[in-house]
């Protein structure tokens, strides 16, 4: 099998924090590494630290213990080359759809062709909303297009935070497709961050579980078969999506 360079290291890390008269640790001592072109899920119970882990690696919160290390680099601070799609999916409400989707590639003066524009916008199957603002879409559209323009920034990472919560599962799946086909593409790596046990397996190939309170990581997954178009109605597709809910049926 082909393997990648290493495109990322989160070592020993730790995150408390720290309040007037109490302190509180979210994550201990995790450690994981992803490959250039190559995917990770992140799952676990809310409050066990997902999004602290994506806005670390993103170098907008530091860690209390522990390094990030992104290529060659210690992370300290925002980096071009990582792109963070959040929660709240941050659109100006003031801004047409069209400018939204690029902004971030106008900011940092990244071309974009028609070509490339239409490709993303088709793959998440947002062509026909240009002319409206983010208080005309429904939650899903607003993600959408927040996920389209950070895909214009070309990062080597993309950082995603519950990309498709919110959005009917047969929409769902094809929007997951809609980034499968983007990834294969354009072979950035991604960490998404998810509820849904099913999307963990289509999309990530590895799958990392964590716990509240606990240390380190509960359990990591392998999964290789995930990124292909094919994946949802293959038998490792469904035995692995069986591991999965039973790991995390199973913690505390
Ligand atoms: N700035 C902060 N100050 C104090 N506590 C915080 C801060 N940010 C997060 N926390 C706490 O850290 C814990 C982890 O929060 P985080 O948002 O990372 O959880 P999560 O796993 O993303 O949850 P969810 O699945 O609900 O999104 C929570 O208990 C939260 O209250
Ligand atoms: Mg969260």
Not at 28 to 44: C, E, I, K, P, Q
């Amino acid at each position: 099998m082909e393997t990648f360079p290493e495109l990322l290291r989160v070592a020993e890390v730790q995150k408390t924090f720290f309040d007037a008269n109490e302190s509180k640790t979210v994550l201990n001592r995790v450690n994981f590494t992803l490959s250039m072109s190559d995917s990770l899920a992140v799952v676990g119970p809310s409050g066990c630290g997902k999004t602290t882990l994506l806005l670390m690696i993103a170098g907008l919160l530091p860690a209390t213990r522990g390094a990030i290390l992104f290529g060659c680099e210690v992370v300290e601070g925002p980096n071009r080359k990582i792109a963070l799609v959040l929660q709240h999916y941050g659109l100006f409400p003031w801004k047409t759809v069209a400018a939204n989707i690029m902004l971030g590639a106008k900011l940092q003066k990244i071309r974009v062709s028609d070509a490339e524009l239409m490709d993303v916008k088709k793959a998440l199957n947002i062509e026909d909303i240009d002319h409206l603002y983010p208080d005309q879409l429904s939650g899903g559209q607003r993600q959408r297009v927040a996920l389209a323009r950070a895909i214009l920034l070309r990062p080597s990472l993309l950082l995603l935070d519950e990309p498709f919560a919110a959005i009917d599962t047969i929409t769902r799946e094809r929007l997951q497709n809609g980034l499968v086909t983007v990834f294969n593409e354009r072979r950035f790596s991604f960490i998404i961050v998810t509820h849904n046990i099913e999307e963990a397996v289509f999309l990530g190939r590895r799958i990392i579980v964590l716990e509240n309170g606990a240390e380190g990581i509960r359990t990591v997954l392998n999964n290789p078969g995930a990124g292909d178009l094919g994946y949802r109605n293959s038998p490792e597709f469904f035995k692995l999506t069986l591991a999965l809910r039973n790991i995390l049926e199973n913690l505390t």
